[in-house]
Each structure stands twice: as C-alpha cells, then as structure tokens.
C-alpha cells in the first residue's frame, strides 16, 4: 500500500466524491462522516510521504507504472508535498467544521456540497503533486469548476460573482494551456523534470518569451492578483461560510504555488522569466497597497478580508519576485501562515450568529463575550496579518524583508511596511469592537441562552487554526530548516 | 531540558508572569484566586530576579538556553547588569501595583478585572523579556507584545473616549514598531547574529549614510516609546487608562521600555564613538533637551492632574536620552540610574493622582485644596516624590541628574546642565503649588477615608524612593548595577572592540 | 522540430479565433454572449495544439500491419489526446456557466452585465 501513497493522497477525496452521493441517500451521517474521513486519510498520507520525502529523496511515482516522459508522474518533493499537507489540513478542519452549516440543507444539497468539496480537494491536491504541466492543468480545472458550483451555492449575488470568476478564471487556463502548447513545441514534452532540462538548452526566443508570459499571466490571474481581482470580494462574502473559509485559505494559494514551481523548477533562468518577475513585482505592490486601501473602505468584514487577501497575495508575489532564498523563504512561510490564518479568520466569522453575520464591522460589537475562544483565535489570525510578532506572518514578513534588504530593493521593503499599518488599522477597527464595544442590546439572559451554543465541530477547527498561526510562528525556525530550504531551488 | 532556577533563570522570570496571565484567565471567576495568582507570580519573579543580582554584581552574566526563532537568531535571553536593573524595577513595582490595582479597582468597582488583571502580567512578562533580551530580535518580540498588551489595559474603560486613546496610542507605536522592525532586519543583514555588545555590535566600516539611516530608523523606533518630542502624543492622551495603568505606563513598563531601548541601541549597537563620529550625538541630545524643557513647559501649564503627570514623564524621560546623549560613563550611570530613581518616583506620583480620583472624583490641580489634611499620607508621598522630581538633593532624582550634568560638564557641554537646572526650576513651579496648596489652603467638600490597600503600595514606594536618594545602593544595588553597565559600555569603546 | 507544423495559416486562423474570443468577452455585456466568446476562444486553443500536431504528408497515427514503420511518418497523436481533455474540461465548463445563466435569468430576468450590477447594488 504504503508504494501508492502519493496517488492514495489524490484519490482518497476523489474516490469520497463519487461515493458520497451515493451513501448520502442511506444516510446524510454517514455521508458527512466519509467526507471527513476522505480529508483525514488524504492528510495522514499526505504527511507520510512528505516525512519520507523528508528523510530521504524526492518520491516519484509513476502513474500506471509509465515511466515518464511517457507517462505521467507524481512528485513528492518537499515543496509539494508541504503543500499537500497544507491543503489537506485545510480540508479536513473544513469538513469537520461544515457540519453545524449543512444541517439547514436537504439530505440531496448536503451530499452535493460535500462531493463537490471532496472534488475541489482533490483537484488542489492534484495540483500540487502533479510532475505533468498538462496535468496540473487538468487538476487546475477540476478544483475551479468544483468551486463555481461551491460559491454559487450561496444564492443569487453569489451566483453573478461566480459567473464573473468563471470568465476571468477560464481565460488565465486558456491563456496557461496556450503558453504550454509553446512550450511543447519547443521541447516536445509536458513533464516538468524533461522540461526544465531541455528548454535550458533551447536558445531564448519568442516562442519561449510568449509561452513563458502567458503561462505566467495565466497562473497570477488564477491567484486573483490585483487588478483582475472583480470577482473575489463577492465570492466571499455570499458563499457559504465552510466554502469561503476553504477557499479563501488554499485556493489562491495553491495556484501561487503553481507559479512558484513553474518559475522556479520548470522555466529557465534568463531573460524570460526575469522580465516576467520584474512585471509581476510591480503588480504585487500595486497589489499589496491597493488590497489594504480597498480593504480600509470596506464596512463588511468579509469583504474586507476578501481585500486583504489580495494585498496578502501581493506578499508572496513580491516574495517570488525578489527572488533570493530569503524572499523566496518569505513566501512559502506566508502562502502557509496566510492559509492557516485566513481559513481561522472566516472560520470565525462564519461561526458568528447569521444575523450578525449579515451585518457590518458594528455587528461584532461584544462579540468576545458571545464566543471568546473562537474570537481569541480570530485575533491571533489577525495579529498574524498584520505581521506580529510572534505570529506566523511576523516571521514570513521579516523573511520577505530581509530578502528585499538583500536584493536592495528599498520599495518593497516600504511598501511592506505601509501595507503592515494599514492591516492594522482595518484589523484593530474590528477588534476593538470585538473587545471594547459593548453589543447594543446588552445581553439578556434569557435571549443569550436562547442562542444555541457554538458546536464543537465549529470551534474545534477554528482553534486548531488559530493555534497553529501561533505554533507555525514561534517554530518557524524548525519547519523552514526542515520543509522550506529543502524546498527552496538551489541558487 | 531547561534548568528554570539556575542559568534559565531570565527565562523563568518571563514564563512566570506568562503562566500566571494564563492562570488568572482561567480562575477569572473567583476574584481571590485571581489575585493570589498576581501577588503569587509577582513574589516568585522578584525572588528570580533578585537571585541573580549577585553573580551579575559580581561581573558575571546568565544566559538562558538558546531557543531557535528562525535559523541562525536565537531566542535569547541573558541577564547583564543594564538589563538585571530594568528587571528589577519593574519586577518590584510589578508587586507594589498588584497591591494598588487590587484596592484602585475594588473602591472603583471597574468591571473586566479578569482581563485587566492578565493583560497586566502579560504587560510585565514583556518587559522582563524586553529587560534580558540578549539579541535584536528578541528584543523586538516582546517590544511589540509590550505594545499589544497594553492597548486593552489603556481602553480598559471602553468608552469612546477610551477607545480613541488606546487607537492613537496604537497608531503611534505600531508605527514606530515597522521603523524598528526594518532598523532590526537592517542590521541583521550587516551584523547577522544581533546580540546586543557593549560598546556596539555594527562592523567597522560602514558608510555613515547607512549608520544614519539606522540611528533614524532606530530613534523613530524607540523614540516613540520613550516619547521623544515630537513623537510624544499618545503619552497624554493615554492618561485616559485607569490610573494603575498609567502607572504602569509611565513608571514600569511602556515609555520604560522605550529609554531602555534607547540605552541599548546607543551603547550596544551603535556604541557612542560611531555616534559621535558622524555626529549623531549632539542630534539626540539636541532631540532630549528640547524635550526635556517642552514637556516641562506644558506639565506647567496643564491642570489636569494626570496629564501634568504625564506631560512631566515626558520631560523626565529624556533625562535619560540627554545621558545617553552625552556618553561619558558618569552621564550613562546616571541615565541609567534614572531608569530606577525615576521608575519609583513616577509611580508613587499616579498612585497618589489614583488615590485621590478614587477618594475624591477629583482630578484637576486647581480642586486639591486642602486636601493634605484630609489624606495626610498620600500628600506627604506625593510631596517627596515631587521633590524628587524636581532634583532636590538626598532624593533620587538628584542623584541621576547630578551624575548627567557632571558628565555633560567632564565633556564640556555646559549647555546641557543649563537645561537640566532650568527644567528643575520648571518641575519646582509646577509641584510646589500642589503640595502647598494641599497641605496649607482649607479643605473644601468631604473627602472618603484613605485606604490602606492604596496608601500602603505608595508609602512604600515614596519610602523607597527617599531610601534610593539617601543610600543609592541599598539593598540590591541599583546605583552599582547602572555604574557597572555604564563602565562596561564606555570601557569597551575606549578599549575598542569588545 | 521544423518538421512540426506544415504551413503557418491555422496558426493565423488560431490567433484570429482567439482575439475575437477575448474581444467579446471583455468588451461584450451579454453574459450569454461571453460565454459564447469563452468557447471561441477555446477553439482557438484546441486549433493550435491541433496544427501542432499536423504533419506534412503523415499519416495518422494507426497501426497498420507492413505499413508505416517510422514512427516519423505519423501526425504526433499526443497533441490530439491533450486536445480530448481539453474539450472535455471546455464542456464542463460551459455546462456549469449555462447553468449560472439560467438561475441568473430565472431571479433577474436579465443577462445584461451593467443592468445585473445596478440590481445587484440595491
């Protein structure tokens, strides 16, 4: 068993998404059980192979027993793989936390939701254990048509958001299957390891300058880079809570990844890829300092964390523009610590009463008293976005930022450093209400026990993320030596 | 794995405080054992840190284990004796608070106690932490939680009110925290291992436009802490804090921090002769003396009790900027020493404005008429502290500005002893007519009783203090600790590298 | 790799059918009318990879018993079998945005951009 464990990874969630319908009509427990243990044994043999990769070599598995380049084959290197974990964690706590919010679902929508939940997981962890480019774009459109249908679930607003996602997320695929068509014809191969080494012995030119800008372009519009941002703030902020949660944390983040392993692993070093890094670092500061700004005008948290999410992304694109192994350091650590975070952010918003939740930044006034865990987490999650120490995002942030001191780039250390306030004031606008606003009825004994507790299934997951913004912060030092610099290309 | 009561001591001093924030949120409910986790925690962290004075009077250091933050910088704390003298103020006047808060926040039946109490031993861990911090990024870390776990405390009484001072507060010291934060990832990329050196820890050879843009990083940084003008405005505007936050503020923790940080970055990261080779020097003691006599100009014309306070911190403060400023080891000691002398001063002043808010809802200078009959110890206290203050000899204060002025005078900046005695003049017009007119105009309106959990801590810190002005080195050794910081600073830069 | 490739016309007619995709999803209103510029735009894709795989003179890529022993006289089949997935995953993706459209136009009876923004706003 244990020689399949990268494809047990992808099929795990795959094989759950067939089923669940099919068990759902039995019974609606049993379905949301699977689903849950789906995610959990992908997470176990995510971990598995990542802590063999760790202990030894990259793990290629050829699928079919097709040696590449022929066939097609899985990687697990530490990049990947840490990936994988990431987005397995991420799915499972999901998947225990949309219990409570599928209740009010027919037994039919819940088995919906949950099969095409386990389809998007399986679709990005695809993606990041996939060694074939036209495979990840495969796995790229599997995970964004699982999300249209996911995020439309949210009704009619949800619905136009989708649709406006879908046309900008199918031109970036077409416009990333177009750029590989370029780089097939120059090589004749679509496996990542063949074609790192072929096209470094292909003289640079313009069929090499356009495949790389368009595969380039393709995966930041898929990340939501600023400015093709339109769709993502009412995405969020009318899907269903667990579907916001999941996808604001890994969605983004994996199609970053993808642009990390392209650029880093698969397209030679020259002139291509370094015009392409010199553009997308101009619009990640645009990125970064339109997203906070934005973020600043917003009176729904939601839509306010949707903004902040693109100024957030602008980190990790400025990471991987700089470049150097610290900047590149910066932004693994961030694209995890901002999952982690952000996932415990609408993890805890979405926990909130649905009146209060419809409501405003004033809506969470005393909200510390309602459900001061779930809260304490939603201020570790925020502290981390801001970049406090001793927080995940202070340390991905000292990382970018001795990379760019490195790189001499004194802009983007600035701009790091404006955007960090400006995350600031959005987030403390929130927690001072959260904290130091009494909530405008004062809460009646008899209406407060009125209100049904917070679920386990809703608090579990939202302070497992919130510790582990903690953890991942104070052992920073550990699973950067550990997972990231093994993961980092050599320099 | 750790050795708590032995070299590990600098971290158990931190943790103690930690596990008792984490303790008091827990038994939140039973106010009994709330406090005894305060009063607990704050008895066994003086005993630590009381345990090492003598191996660091000695001239040794203890350094706790090395935990790793990110590869390559360690968590590292380490007790020399500038830190150790920090620590000890504030573990002390930790204690001395516990006892006030109990008594302010009890006669003010103020609601959260739960919170305000773990939020204040979160406050107190920071500091030991920022106290010992052998390294930049340490030494960070706790900067910046300083900061958050004082933002509840100064919006503790959630009114508007409240909350637009605890923003403001917020605004300026985040701000100031990014300055540092890119100051600290700076001089990492020059010096990578950041531990703090007496004498300065930069390499040689840097160009001074780089050691500029540094030292304005780092004074942006710290100054705000320490309320350098102009970068003095939360200060006031925090006065909005229950008054033993204030103390807490003014005496123990924030703007505490924020002179130690300075200390640090002028003696162990720049050292003075880089400093005064591009001149940077006579810049920072420019920035203090204006401060010094601003701060008192504006404590002489507000009324506002605490604000006067507050606004007398301000100039206060920079005592220790302008000793820092000038370098010579007579000067440091006495900045250094004013870390203390001032620390025990300052508090006895807000727990005697808290006292008299508490008996009286009285706050403004002009209402205090008569009032030393009515609350004999609490004037008397005040009385001393504000002579202290004001540097009238056998008080502390005089000792430190006494140890300024001759150290500004060994190097021939007489204008800064000029500033020191009309600022003295300034705190002389400003106090004297409280204390006059409290014990020597007829009382007006009635008054509660004094009570002792409130006139206990501040005897005994008023006590403190005179004993600090009479025999510097009573007990533990404050004077000695900041002599041997200051010669351990300027030695190493005479000496050239460490 | 010249041998990719015979003339340079579909690559034209590939280039064409993509602007006019993404001209008419980024300047038409309609979302019916931009899915249908979505799919043009696919096509253009499929065209190309599919001029990819031409051959001058090659045959397609079937066995046959004696005949066709070099496997340079095929078209290259692998181009078309991406194209296969390509087309599959272009369907679902039209299936799924129809299926927007019509919940769109049952709640708002429009499918007018700007027209759905001004409801939406309200």
């Not at chain 1, 941002?229 to 916001?244: E, R």
């Not at chain 2, 939020?119 to 106290?131: D, E, H, K, M, Y």
Request: glycine share 10%.
């Amino acid at each position: 068993m244990s020689e399949h464990l990268p494809i047990l990874i992808v099929l795990c969630p795959l094989v759950g998404a067939l089923v669940v319908p099919l068990v759902a009509r039995v019974s609606l427990r049993a379905s949301r059980a699977l689903t849950v243990v789906a995610t959990l044994s992908s997470l176990a043999c995510a971990l598995a192979a990542l802590r063999m990769v760790l202990d030894g070599d990259d793990w290629h598995y050829h699928l079919g027993g097709w040696a590449p380049p022929w066939g097609i084959e899985y990687v697990v290197d530490p990049l990947g793989g840490g990936m994988a974990v990431v987005v397995a964690l991420l799915a499972a706590l999901v998947a225990i936390y949309a219990g409570p919010h599928l209740r009010v679902y027919t037994a039919l929508r819940g088995a919906a939701f949950d099969s095409l939940f386990l389809l998007l997981t399986s679709g990005l962890l695809g993606i990041t254990l996939t060694g074939d480019l036209f495979n990840l774009y495969v796995f790229l459109e599997i995970s964004s048509l699982a999300a249209y249908a996911l995020l439309a679930s949210g009704g009619e607003r949800a619905v136009v958001a989708t649709f406006r996602y879908l046309l900008v997320g199918t031109i970036a695929a077409t416009f990333y299957l177009l750029g590989l068509g370029y780089l097939y014809a120059l090589t004749g191969t679509l496996n990542m390891a063949d074609l790192a080494i072929r096209l470094a012995t292909v003289p640079p030119g313009s069929a090499m300058t356009v495949g790389v800008v368009l595969i380039v372009v393709g995966l930041a519009v898929k990340m939501a880079v600023f400015p093709l941002h339109g769709w993502m703030p009412d995405a969020y902020t009318y899907a269903p809570p667990p579907v916001t949660m999941f996808i604001a944390a890994v969605m983004s983040k994996v199609s970053a990844y993808a642009l990390i392993r392209v650029l880093f692993f698969v397209l030679p070093a020259g002139d291509a890829v370094d015009t392409a890094r010199a553009v997308l670092s101009w619009v990640a500061v645009a990125g970064v300092l339109a997203g906070s700004i934005l973020a600043l005008a917003q009176t729904d948290v939601r839509r306010m964390l949707a903004y902040s999410s693109i100024g957030q992304m602008g980190y990790v694109v400025l990471g991987l523009s700089i470049g150097n192994a610290a900047a590149l350091t910066g932004a693994l650590l961030h694209v995890v610590g901002h999952a982690v975070a952000k996932g415990c952010l609408f993890g805890a918003i979405g926990s909130m009463p649905r009146q209060t939740v419809q409501a405003e930044i004033a809506g969470f006034a005393g909200a510390a008293r309602r459900a001061p865990l779930t809260m304490a987490a939603f201020t570790v999650a925020a502290l981390s976005l801001v970049g406090m120490p001793p927080t995940a995002g202070f340390f991905s942030k000292w990382y970018l930022l001795s990379g760019a001191l490195d790189a001499d780039v004194w802009v983007f250390a600035a701009v790091l450093m404006v955007s960090s306030l400006l995350s600031a004031v959005y987030f403390f606008r929130v927690l001072e209400q959260v904290y130091f606003t009494e909530s405008p009825s004062p809460p009646d004994p008899g209406q407060a026990s009125g209100m049904p507790p917070l679920s386990w299934r809703v608090v579990v997951p939202v302070l497992t993320l919130g510790a582990a913004v903690l953890l991942i912060g104070l052992f920073n030092g550990a699973l950067v030596t550990s997972v990231i610099q093994p993961a980092l290309p050599e320099f | 794995m750790f050795d708590l009561l032995g070299a590990d001591r600098p971290l158990a001093a931190v943790l103690v405080s930690l596990v008792a924030a984490a303790l008091i949120r827990g038994v939140g409910r039973w106010a009994i054992l709330r406090e005894s986790c305060t009063f607990g925690a704050g008895i066994i962290k003086l005993g630590l840190v009381l345990s090492m004075v003598p191996t660091v009077l000695d001239g040794g250091v203890i350094e706790s284990t090395r935990l790793t933050l990110i590869p390559g910088v360690t968590l590292h704390l380490r007790a020399d004796p500038l830190g150790l003298l920090f620590a000890l103020v504030a573990s002390t006047l930790w204690l001395v608070t516990s006892v006030y808060s109990v008594g302010y926040m009890r006669a003010g039946r103020y609601p959260h106690q739960t919170g305000y109490f773990a939020n204040f031993a979160l406050c107190v861990s920071a500091t030991i932490g920022l106290a010992f911090a052998a390294n930049l990024l340490t030494f960070f870390l706790f900067y910046e939680v300083l900061t958050l776990a004082t933002y509840p405390l100064v919006a503790h009484n959630r009114t508007a009110e409240s909350r637009a001072g605890a923003r403001k507060y917020l605004v300026y010291t985040l701000t100031a925290g990014q300055a540092l934060l890119l100051a600290i990832v700076w001089v990492y990329s020059l010096a990578p291992d950041g531990e703090f050196r007496p004498g300065g820890m930069l390499p040689a050879g840097l160009p001074s436009t780089t050691v500029w843009g540094l030292f304005g990083l780092f004074v942006l940084g710290v100054g705000v802490k320490v309320a350098i003008m102009p970068l003095h405005g939360w200060l006031p505007v925090a006065m909005v804090a229950p008054t033993p936050v204030s103390a807490l503020l003014h005496a123990v923790a924030v703007v505490k921090a924020g002179a130690f940080g300075i200390l640090r970055v002028v003696g162990y990261v720049f050292g003075l002769d880089l400093l005064r080779d591009i001149g940077a020097d006579t810049v920072l003691a420019t920035l203090a003396a204006a401060t010094i006599l601003f701060g008192s100009l504006r404590a002489f014309r507000e009324t506002h009790l605490k604000r006067r306070l507050a606004y007398s911190t301000i100039s206060q403060l920079s005592y220790i900027v302008l000793g820092a400023a000038v370098g010579s080891v007579t000067a440091l000691a006495g900045a250094m020493f004013h870390i203390a002398a001032h620390g025990f001063m300052k508090i006895t002043l807000f727990f005697c404005a808290g006292a008299i808010h508490t008996a009286s809802h009285r706050d403004d200078v002009s209402q205090l008429a008569g009032i030393g009959r009515q609350m004999p110890i609490t004037m008397t206290a005040f009385a001393f502290a504000a002579a202290g203050m004001a540097g009238m000899p056998l008080l502390p204060g005089f000792i430190s500005k006494w140890n300024i002025g001759l150290g500004a005078l060994s190097t021939g900046q007489w204008v800064w002893v000029a500033v020191l005695v009309t600022s003295g003049l300034i705190n002389v017009s400003y106090f004297f007519p409280i204390v006059y007119a409290a014990f020597f105009r007829p009382p007006h309106g009635t008054v509660s009783p004094e009570r002792p959990a409130m006139t206990v801590p501040l005897a005994a810190t008023a006590v403190a203090a005179v004993l600090l002005g009479v025999r510097p080195d009573i007990g533990v050794g404050f004077y000695r600790l900041a002599w041997s910081a200051a010669q351990s600073v300027v030695g190493a830069g005479i000496g050239g590298s460490p | 790799m010249s041998q990719f490739g015979a003339g340079q016309s579909q690559y034209a007619l590939a280039a064409v059918l993509l602007l006019i995709g993404l001209y008419g999803m980024l300047v038409k209103t309609n979302f019916a009318r931009k899915l249908m510029a979505m799919n043009v735009m696919q096509v253009a894709v499929i065209v190309f990879f599919i001029s990819l795989a031409v051959r001058t003179g090659g045959t397609p890529p079937i066995e046959i018993e004696g005949a066709h022993e070099v496997a340079a006289a095929y078209a290259n089949p692998l181009p078309h079998a991406l194209m296969l997935t390509a087309i599959v995953v272009s369907v679902s993706t039209t299936g799924v945005a129809l299926a927007l459209l019509v919940r769109i136009h049952r709640r708002f009876n429009t499918l007018d951009e700007s027209e759905l923004l001004d409801r939406l706003r309200e």
